[in-house]
């Protein structure tokens, strides 16, 4: 990912908008160098790596496998093909509200085509599998990570989460975040999941004021209960999810696997992305 498209890549989307360089209004006090152990420290690693300075829509795409895991045994399970639209709003107590919407393609993982249909490899029984939409939400966030976040209709979400450490050799900075989430949905069982985040840059990219947002990628292991719709009553076991991607500005930029799916599956969110994180959040049946 190049540091111009960062500053203007968005360009063809939203075509002349001043919104891609860094206002004097919006500009961040820098420091000379980041002390991992320094709360507001942490907080601008947030706003660089993984949102931005400045008020605008970006995206991540990130990619891997979902295993079931009983008695330390591992099944690859399936492939996640998953991108998440966001658009950053600063505010100005210091705090800023990010609305997101998360779209999940699940694919085979021996063959990758799109799933239609999946079957449990615990229990035999068959499901039908179509593309998820998750949002869009709108949450919260301060130098300490995120604070709230809106409804979801159809289902109530207990969220809370945590920011930092961060480690740095040279100039690679590695970010911490975690998130802990608890679903529940009428008539099913709750649904727990672990969210642990990596998020990798560069230190002077963060410390560079011409980006506004630094080019950065991540890594993400979730540890959770199996789904409710799986139906695996008394099985003990986990599910776990190892998926990785990056953070761009355009849906070409995207994991070609994942753009492929939203220009043939939401060509209108395609079009754009940005237009979707305004309206009503789809409602969560899954």
């Keep these: 990912m190049k540091r111009r498209q960062l500053l203007g890549g968005l360009a063809g989307i939203t075509a002349g908008a ?10 961040m006090s820098l420091p000379s160098a980041i002390d991992p152990k320094n709360r507001d420290h942490l907080g601008l690693l947030q706003k660089k790596l993984i ?15 979902k295993y079931g895991s009983v008695s330390g045994e591992i099944t690859p399970l399936w492939t996640l093909n998953v991108v998440l639209f966001k658009k ?19 694919t085979d993982v021996e063959t990758d085509a799109l ?3 999946w079957r449990n490899p615990y229990n035999a029984e068959v499901y039908e599998e179509a593309p998820l939409i998750m949002g869009p939400l709108t949450r919260k966030f ?17 969220r809370s989460g945590s920011l930092g450490p961060a480690e740095i050799a040279g100039d690679d900075v590695w970010l911490l975040s975690d998130a802990h989430v608890q679903v529940n949905r009428e008539g099913q069982s709750t649904f727990r999941a672990n969210d642990l985040s990596t998020y990798h840059g560069r230190v002077s990219d963060v410390l560079n004021p011409d980006l506004a947002s630094a080019p950065a990628t991540m890594a993400v292991h979730i540890i959770q209960s199996w789904h409710p719709w799986m139906n ?6 986990t599910l776990i999810t190892r998926i990785s991607g990056a953070k761009c500005l355009t849906v070409d930029e995207i994991h070609p696997r994942i753009s492929g799916f939203i220009k043939d599956i939401h060509p209108e969110i395609a079009r754009d992305f940005v237009s979707r994180l305004d309206g009503p959040p789809e409602r969560f049946d899954r």
């Design 18 to 27: 001043p919104l891609f360089n860094i206002s004097k209004s919006q500009a």
């Design 51 to 65: 949102y931005a300075t400045d008020d605008r829509p970006l995206i991540w795409w990130i990619r891997g496998n």
């Design 88 to 106: 950053v709003k600063h505010n100005e107590d210091g705090t800023m509200d990010v609305a997101s919407m998360e779209i999940v393609y699940k």
């Design 115 to 117: 799933l239609t249909s």
């Design 142 to 158: 301060d130098s300490t990570g995120p604070l709230s976040q809106t409804a979801l209709p159809g289902a109530t979400i207990e």
């Design 232 to 237: 695996m009553g008394d099985q003990e076991g």
